[in-house]
């Protein structure tokens, strides 16, 4: 009995033993699908984020290709407007040519029809000498003479109109050929910017459909649009401190050295009045005494140039050149990065014309270039900053002065902290993101210390 008991209760055992081990099993199993389900949950995630980001992006730069298109079509208008006012002007020209030419040619053809009078030398002779006294033959004479020259400038004008008249006709129909061209253009234009709204339209709607992401999104931007601020005015404000403790501290130089200088000659004062009370001569030097000694030559201590971080490329010349100051230059400094370019993000706070919720708050402009472009200083400075920014990979700040320029998002740097840059130098490259197609997008600030410049009204 003993045996057959001893044996349920091992049986019993070893079939425990194997539940458990069935059961620690089953929930490592479970734990391991929870963790694919978060790592898929958060890669869907972080997918979702990037669409969202590409479709935002993709919005910006469609919206700025139906203002460039909108603008075009402007400027077409006007350019129709003003050559069908050049068409009006050519056709009254022409007009009033034609009534010139007229005339002339009605008076030339009276002036042959009374000449034919005195056609030959002989009847003109016979019309000279058939007068009845000599001042009346000399009217005569003189009268053939000035009808000749009257016709000789008749025939001038009338050359010289018929000239006019086909040159106005010409331009007339280059105008007209300028009209037709303008027209195809227009058409285009507004064919293009059909279809960009059609694009537009499509990634608004993709957009709300995902409301709640869109908004995640959004707010994840601004947020870091905000660190960047914080972190900008934070070095804007370290800068004025070091500034101010500078001229502190040299104004209290310059206080040490006055101060010194009066002690100096107060001292050399009380001295003289002392000599001149005792009324001693001093016993005269040796020549050899007077003679100072030679002072070994000063070295001038040479500062090391600034180490570059890597190669900087050689950009061409600036397209224009600079005298006077920063401030003096506004509105003609260097626009910031090389090569083609379009703004799809503008200066300040507005809402999205579609996405009533999107609100924007930009302290600069975004500008979309070519992948490959390079950031560069859009006039003389220092930089005074350089730093790497969650959300805009290296940050770069150029001090003129009172004012600032500011690029952001760049992925090499070509510069350090401290360096002296030209107009034009190269500054960094801008980042492409490889999961947006490449799309190359330069952010840029223009500041007084810690106000806020659109830099549109800056840079050209």
Do not use: C
């Amino acid at each position: 009995m003993k045996h057959w008991l001893t044996i349920i209760l091992s049986l019993a055992m070893v079939l425990a033993a194997s539940a458990q081990k069935s059961q620690v099993g089953n929930v490592r199993q479970q734990k391991k699908e929870k963790q694919e389900e978060i790592e898929r949950t958060s890669s869907r995630i972080d997918s979702n984020k990037k669409e969202i980001t590409r479709q935002l992006n993709s919005l910006r730069s469609i919206e700025a290709d139906i203002t460039t298109q909108g603008k075009l079509i402007k400027d077409l208008g006007a350019q129709l407007d003003s050559i069908n006012r050049q068409i009006g002007i050519v056709n009254d020209s022409i007009a009033a040519i034609d009534k010139r030419l007229g005339e002339l040619r009605k008076s030339y053809a009276a002036s042959v029809r009374k000449l034919n009078a005195h056609s030959s030398s002989f009847d003109r002779l016979m019309f000279v000498f058939s007068a009845g006294s000599f001042h009346e033959a000399y009217r005569r004479m003189r009268y053939l003479r000035q009808f000749k020259k009257w016709r000789e400038r008749n025939t001038i004008e009338i050359n010289e109109q018929m000239s006019l008249l086909e040159s106005e006709k010409k331009r007339l129909e280059q105008l007209k050929v300028q009209k037709s061209s303008n027209l195809t253009s227009q058409q285009r234009a507004k064919f293009d910017l059909e279809g960009q709204k059609n694009k537009q339209n499509e990634v608004i709607g993709k957009l709300r459909k995902q409301d709640k992401q869109l908004r995640s999104t959004l707010a994840e931007q601004q947020r870091q649009a905000d660190a960047l601020d914080r972190e900008l005015e934070r070095l804007i404000a370290e800068e004025q401190r070091r500034a101010a403790e500078e001229e502190k501290r040299r104004q209290a130089e310059e206080r040490a050295k006055a101060e010194a200088e009066a002690r100096r000659q107060q001292e050399a004062e009380k001295q003289q009045k002392e000599d001149k009370a005792e009324e001693v001569v001093p016993p005269k030097k040796d020549k050899e005494e007077e003679k100072e000694e030679p002072q070994p030559p000063r070295r001038e201590e040479q500062k090391p140039e600034p180490s570059k971080p890597g190669k900087a490329p050689t950009l061409p010349a600036p397209e224009r050149t600079f005298k006077g100051s920063f401030e003096s230059n506004k509105g003609r400094l260097l626009f910031p990065v090389t090569g083609k370019y379009k703004i799809v993000g503008t200066f300040g706070q507005h809402r999205h014309p579609d996405l009533k919720y999107v609100k924007v708050n930009n302290n600069g402009i975004d500008i979309e270039a070519q992948p490959g472009a390079m950031a560069r200083a859009i006039f003389d400075g220092k930089v005074s900053a350089v730093f790497p920014q969650d959300g805009y990979h290296t940050v770069v700040m150029v001090r003129h002065g009172k004012y600032l320029s500011i690029y952001v998002n760049l992925s090499e740097i070509y510069i350090r902290k401290g360096d002296t840059l030209k107009a034009g130098q190269a500054i960094g490259k801008v980042y492409s993101d490889p999961d947006d197609s490449g799309r190359t997008i330069l952010h840029f600030e223009v500041r007084k210390e810690k106000d806020k410049l659109d830099p549109q009204q800056w840079v050209k």
